[in-house]
Structures are given as structure tokens and as C-alpha cells.
């Protein structure tokens, strides 16, 4: 790809020193920046490409505005930014607010990572939040992929950089909602029930974190664990073998040297961990069913109970059509499912999470057919896991692409896990990405090429053979080199 940018269009990008680094000597500007921008990347993802990345940025951009995320955190550094724009406006620079109304912002990595900047600039709470342009550095990629952004890692050389930052000028702003997981039981007597990270995780669980004892979440007897999602929070299979992915990448780092060995590997694991074959490996206690009491409220103050059918192993709750890389478990309800179940498409916006349940990997294959989707459970505003007492010694857990392994206390009928819609923040979208805003209205009610009145079924699918080696999703497909007859 070859971008004729002249070095003057850089400096629509550009940040001056003295905005960025307090001490600086102010520097005599001609024109704003029309795109300013703050570049954070996790070196460490998608293997030597985050390093080179942050190479490329340095040499484009001002040293100031690009950032690795392994050496500062961005609260800091927005903290510190922001603190410095009040202190520049307050002594009548002209420059300072109008870099603060057009700020951007990029962040490289996976999904946890970008993740993670969502979470920090909602914790902020600043006046003028930047909206985020997500770079797709990981494995699955769903963030970046649901905003047009792409799934596959992208190219680093100088070209690569200066086309994303052209697509960044033009992107449009969209609001996404965002969702509090609170997580409640009683304090053991003995033992230690806090989540259990996998080996290798970025963030050690960032977004998922026992509240302190002066936190006005907290319950005295209680341990009280809360955390914040973006795309998806899932519980079962899926979510073991996402552990048992982190964990051996820590083990064996150099069997992950790029996206589609990763890939590879991820669904290798699937085939280990038993979701292929769940009905013969899978203890049934493990069910979603078997394991807690699920409730949904879809008008305030009204919990209901959410049957759950006992095949049901994974159990999703989403809120952007973009799930194991790239793939919509939701779908769009046709007319008739719309009218009969009050279901609606999947809007990012309209305060509501779509819950969705899996049996094994074959029934998340039916997500790679036309029209397949998985098994509509619900649309809800909040969703409440009970769980019953002693119905396993732990279970999996997973939010937008971090897993960890939950220990549950076998003497306690009181652990809960409640979902909720918390508050909204600013994303940057490309033109005609998946993506859409229950109040745009060109968003379309159906998917492009599908009529209301064709297939859309909550039966039971089967998957034919020509799909069951098919695409790129993480947790659900079988590469060919497999033989997954030996893991049975």
C-alpha cells in the first residue's frame, strides 16, 4: 500500500512537546492539528509486531504522544495530560482547548488491551472524553473488527501507520455501552476464592478485581469482586479453553510468534480441553443450568427467570456482534422472532446485552452458515447468576478476551454474579462497519442481502461437513493438521 503523505499532513497528527511534557518551551504554532493524537501500544502483543509498531509511531509522531503500554499505565498518563490542559487554559493558552476538543486517541493490541484504555478514559470521567480508534494486535481482534477496523495483526512499515492514521481522520464517532460485573460471596474460613489468573495474562486481570474493605460495594462477610466489559462477558467451556491458551503461551512462548499460529494453537486446545466433544468429556454438573439459577430484568426493578436448557455449556453475554474472532452469535431476529419473542438487532447503544448459549464447538460452527447464530436465550438490561451450593468447586469465567479460573466455596448458596449496564464512552468507527446505533437511522433492521422472511430458526442446527473446517474463529475452529481422533 503506498500513502503519498506530505510532511506536512503529519503534522495534523502531531501533538506540540510543550502540550504533552509540562516543563516544555512553548512552541510558536501556525495551525492546530485538525487530528491530534495519543498512541498507546502493548508492545507485547502479536508477537515482534508491537515492538516494531511503536517504532514506526516514534519516527512519524512526536516521541511524547506515543506510549508502550509495558512501561506506563494510561491513567497516568491521561491524568497527567489532561491536569496540564486545565493548567494551560487557565493561564489563556489557545492552543490547549482546541487540542483537547480534537484529541484522539489509538490503542495496540488485543482485545483486553483496548479494553483497557476503554475502562481508563470512562474512569475518568473527563468533560471532553477522546473518542478510541482500536489497532487489531491480537489473536481474536473482536473490538477492532466490530468497528471496522479489521481482525487481521496489520502491516508496521511506514505506509501500513500512515494509512491507519488517514482512516483515523475520517472515522466517525459512536457511543458503546459499557457493563459492571459485581461478583458476591461469603468470606471463606479458610482458603482463598479470589479469581485465578492464567500464566501470561496483560493487564493481571484489570477488569475483573476484589473491591477493598472501604469500597461502599463492600459487605461485611462478604468478599465483593467487581469488574467492567466492553464486548462479552462468557462463563464454560469457552472460556476454560481461552485459560488453557493463556496459560501454555506463558509455557511456550515461542509457539506464538504470529496471529494465525496463534490461532491455530487456540483451537488445537479446543480439541484438548474436550469442546468438541463435550457430551463424552464434560462432567454434566458443569452445564450452565446444573451450575446456577439464571435471572434477567428487561423492565426495572422486574427479575424473571431465564430457563436455560441443560445441553447449554457456554453461556455468552454480548454486547457487540463480534465474538470468537469476528463471528455474530446473535445474528438479526427476523420479523416474526422480532414480533414473537421481542427480540431486537443487536445495537451497541440501547442499554440492553444479548445473551446466548452454546452446547459445544459444533454448535458455535453453525455461527459460520448463513443466517446460523447461536441459541437466543435472552435481551435484558441485567442478568443475575445464583449459584446453586456446591454444584462444582469452580468454574470458568471470561471477559472480552480475559479468562480466569473462578473458585466457588461447595458450603455457600449465596455466590452471585450480576451483570448490569453502567454508562457509555466514545469509540471511533470506519464508515459501514458491523456496528450500529439503535439511533442512526440508516441502520439497517436486517443484516445486507438477508430478507425478513428468510430462515432464522432456534431449532437445533446440525453442521455439515463443509463448515466444520471452515474460517478463522478461535474457540470453534478445527485446522486441518488436527486429528482430533487422538484426543478422545
Known sequence: ??????????????????????????????????CPVLVFINSKS????????LLTYRSLLNNHQVFDLGGEAPDAVLRRLYLHLETLKLNGDEFAPKIEERLKIIVAGGDGTAGWLLGVV???????????????????????????WGKKNPGTDRDSVLAFLDQVRKAKEMMIDSWHILMRMKAPTEGSFDPIAPLELPHSLHAFQRVSSSDELNMDGYHTFQGGFWNYFSMGMDAQVSYAFHSERKLHPEKFKNQLVNQSTYAKLGCTQGWFFASLVHPSSRNIAQLAKV???????????????????????????SFSGGLNPWGTPNKNKRRDRDLTPPYVDDGLIEVVGFRDAWHGLVLLAPNGHGRRLAQAHRIKFEFHKGAAEHTFMRIDGEPWKQPLPVDDDKVVVEISNLRQVKILATHGCRSRSVHDPSSPTTPHGQDDGERDSDEEESVGEEWRKFGAADTFKIPDEVNFQLHI
Open 295 to 321: 435471572k434477567i430484568m428487561k423492565k426495572h426493578g422486574e427479575w424473571q427467570d431465564l430457563t436455560i436448557p441443560p445441553s447449554i455449556r457456554s453461556i455468552v453475554c454480548l454486547n457487540l456482534p
Open 122 to 148: 470512562s474512569d475518568l470521567k473527563l468533560s471532553k472524553p477522546p473518542p478510541i480508534a482500536t489497532v487489531p494486535l491480537g489473536t481474536g481482534n473482536n473490538l477492532p473488527f466490530a468497528f471496522g
Open 46 to 53: 502479536g508477537g515482534q509486531l508491537g515492538g516494531d509498531l
Open 1 to 34: 500500500m503506498n500513502v503519498n503523505f506530505e510532511p506536512h499532513s503529519l503534522k495534523e497528527f502531531n501533538i506540540p512537546a510543550y502540550i504533552l511534557a509540562p516543563g516544555s518551551e512553548a512552541e510558536k504554532l501556525g495551525d492546530v492539528p485538525s
